[in-house]
């Protein structure tokens, strides 16, 4: 919830540029991870990444950190394309760039004690000089993650859900990236513990001007952290815009059934709340569809003869607000 | 339900709260840390069949040791004159008194033989007059001997063979994966048959064999294991810390893969022991003079209606190596995997 001052032109920290991602290209079982998206981070905000289960967005995040060669498109991390990183330069984008991974049982190495795990980054980027060093830094990062020193000497299995992904937050942390790409740091975790994790998040990004990716599969929470939203559907964006936008403006019909899962602690509307059921038989309709730009800042996916439908949504959204005496963007 | 609702009344005051701020002591974990080793040996020891054949193994492994420097008397020296001598130990233990039923009575051979007073053969002689005792000890040793280098083929081809398959993937692993299922095709007896060729029997040949052939199953688990292990979040974790291929292997993939290398070791070396006194046995490992439990079978089996005593010792010898390495291993998987058992 940083920069978000639009007057200041913002660095772009990392392009998405048309990439592909297909597992298995050319054989029966290819699967289309992602298809053709395009999206830009800017430095120190949260750029939130939703999408129901399998719509690619881990997918995302492990071809922006370079654990798979794009099919094809192009990923440049502070205007260098990743893929063209060379060897030398290598270990530096890896200390730049970090991942919290989506599952706090699968992402710790069970035969690891936690101290070496935290501090795996301290030594292969030998930033500390010595033992002691060494201890001191992990001591550090596990108080600043909220768990004790005496943790340090234990193996991943005698933690809970939560105390193991602040662990991987951690070692994320440790050799103190600009970019963190969290994916789903929270969704394997209860609601209780969602919220501290989430929070720690949001400290430690104040405190270090990081940049976040914060990939979720609802959006009830990735609003409360996010700048920008993006909406991931089959491997696809379908809409892209300032979080409240997405959250009060939605315009895609996807976008929309998503929000009609999200509950709310409001038992009116609650009550009167139905699921819209989102039917992706209209992008089969051999239109070509892009990221278009409907009002400034708010991308849907859409073809040419839809502009003027999303248009009008638009228009109606803005005369509410106004009907209102409040204007949209800052709602 | 409301009717409970309204006799419970709840103001803030009906709640305390309970150390909510005491993060430290919500976070302690009070029960002593063990390691993965720690847990399984604590599950290893609960098994008695393996314990008891651990310490069989253990004692079996002592007495091959000890015979490379010592055996009771020279196991190739032949006394022709002490042929086909039955055991005898000097207190008379049944069994072992040196006498021997010829035609419905027992005659002690010992004497027949004009061994003089003191010398005793614990196991008997064969029919060179040879100290069985010290032949089997050779013998053993022998197939621990074999034993040993199964594991050091599993240990330097199979393991790293298997990670380099799983981890590279795609062609590199197509390209080994053929290369295995070429060599696995062929049968083991016809690569040694073709070393004898080549060299001339003997321990090199059984060794060559056991190197062309012995680690397959070995690099195959191990490969397989590393599939899976590969897509782990934490060896993708390591991946993006920036760690290198050989750390991430010796690191992540085999302290993860240590269970399977050990069990695998477990269940190869007792297969490479048969293996060596098979072809003992039929003529084609070790040669003549040396003693391996297939020698000693083979040539035990010549006389066995008669002589039975020179078959049974080097027979249960080998009995025993092979049900103690398979029941430790079977105990050792147990332990290391407690999800299969139950
Ligand atoms: N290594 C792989 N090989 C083949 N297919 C894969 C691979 N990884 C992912 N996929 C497929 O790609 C699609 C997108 O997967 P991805 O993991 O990115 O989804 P996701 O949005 O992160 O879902 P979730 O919310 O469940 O984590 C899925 O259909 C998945 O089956
Ligand atoms: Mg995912």
Redesign the interface.
């Known amino acids: 919830m940083s920069a978000t001052n639009s007057d200041r032109p913002r660095k772009k920290l990392v392009q998405v540029q048309h990439l592909k991602q297909y597992f298995n290209p050319g054989k029966p079982n290819e699967v289309k991870a992602i298809d053709d998206i395009s999206f830009d981070i800017y430095e120190g905000e949260t750029f939130g990444l939703v999408g129901e289960s399998g719509s690619g967005k881990s997918t995302t995040g492990r071809s922006i950190i370079r654990l798979y060669n794009p099919t094809s498109g192009k990923i440049l991390f502070d205007g260098q394309d990743i893929s063209r990183i060379k060897h030398r330069d290598m270990l530096e984008f890896r200390r730049e760039m970090q991942m919290i991974f989506q599952d706090p049982y699968a992402s710790l190495n069970p035969r690891m004690k936690v101290k070496d795990i935290i501090a795996e980054g301290l030594d292969v980027h030998h930033l500390v000089k010595n033992d002691q060093e060494r201890d001191a830094r992990v001591n550090e990062l596990l108080n600043l993650v909220g768990l004790s020193r005496d943790h340090a000497t234990r193996y991943p299995h005698e933690f809970s859900g939560g105390q193991r992904q602040r662990i991987g937050i951690a070692r994320a942390l440790a050799v103190q990236p600009r970019f963190i790409i969290a994916d789903e740091p929270i969704s394997a975790l209860d609601v209780s513990i969602q919220a501290q994790v989430v929070n720690l998040l949001r400290e430690i990004q104040q405190e270090q001007n990081l940049t976040y990716l914060f990939i979720a599969h609802d959006l009830s929470m990735v609003k409360y952290i996010s700048d920008r939203i993006a909406v991931m559907h089959n491997g696809r964006l379908m809409e892209l815009a300032a979080a409240d936008e997405v959250y009060n403006h939605p315009l895609h019909p996807y976008t929309k059934s998503l929000l009609s899962a999200v509950p709310r602690p409001d038992p009116m509307y609650e009550r009167s709340r139905h699921r819209t059921d989102y039917d992706d038989s209209i992008e089969f309709d051999n239109h070509p569809r892009t990221l278009q730009e409907i009002v400034p800042g708010h991308f849907v996916f859409a073809a040419a003869d839809e502009l003027a439908d999303y248009q009008a949504t638009a228009e109606k959204y803005l005369h509410e607000a106004s009907a209102l005496g409040k204007s949209p963007l800052n709602a | 339900m409301s009717e409970q609702a309204d006799k419970l009344e709840l103001t803030p005051d009906s709640f305390k709260r309970v150390g909510a701020n005491d993060?430290?002591a919500q976070?302690?974990?009070s029960?002593p840390?063990?390691?993965?080793f720690q847990d399984a040996i604590r599950r290893l020891k609960q098994n008695k069949a393996a314990i008891i054949s651990f310490w069989l193994l253990a004692i079996i492994i002592l007495i091959s040791i000890v015979s490379i420097w010592w055996t009771p008397s020279d196991p190739n020296a032949q006394h022709v004159a002490y042929a086909n001598l039955p055991p005898k130990i000097g207190n008379g233990i049944p069994g072992f008194t040196g006498q021997a039923n010829v035609g419905g009575q027992l005659v002690d051979k010992y004497a027949q033989a004009n061994v003089p007073k003191g010398t005793y053969y614990i196991l008997g002689t064969d029919y060179l007059g040879r100290d069985l005792f010290s032949r089997l000890m050779k013998g053993i040793a022998l197939s621990l001997l074999i034993g040993m280098l199964a594991t050091l083929f599993d240990l330097m081809i199979g393991v790293p063979y298997g990670i380099i398959s799983g981890w590279r993937g795609g062609h590199t692993d197509t390209i080994m994966q053929r290369i295995i299922e070429i060599i696995s095709s062929i049968p083991n007896l016809v690569v040694v048959i073709l070393m004898l060729l080549l060299f001339t029997p003997g321990l090199g040949s059984i060794v060559v064999a056991m190197g062309i052939t012995g680690w397959i199953t070995m690099a195959r688990l191990i490969r397989a294991e590393t599939l899976t292990l590969k897509t782990?979040?934490?060896v993708?974790?390591?991946?993006?810390?920036?760690?290198s291929p050989f750390?991430i292997a010796t690191?992540?993939l085999i302290?993860?893969l240590?269970s399977t290398i050990i069990i695998q070791t477990m269940f190869s070396i007792p297969t490479a022991i048969f293996f060596e006194a098979f072809l003992s046995f039929i003529g084609i490992g070790i040669p003549a003079p040396n003693a391996s439990l297939g020698t000693l079978l083979s040539d035990g089996q010549k006389t066995f209606r008669f002589l039975p005593y020179q078959m049974w010792y080097p027979a249960a010898a080998i009995s025993i190596i092979m049900i103690a390495f398979n029941l430790l291993a079977d105990g050792l998987r147990d332990a290391f995997d407690p999800k299969t058992n139950n």
């Open positions: 993060t430290d976070e302690k974990i029960a840390s063990l390691t993965f782990q979040e934490y993708l974790a390591a991946r993006t810390i920036g760690e750390k690191k992540h302290p993860n240590s």
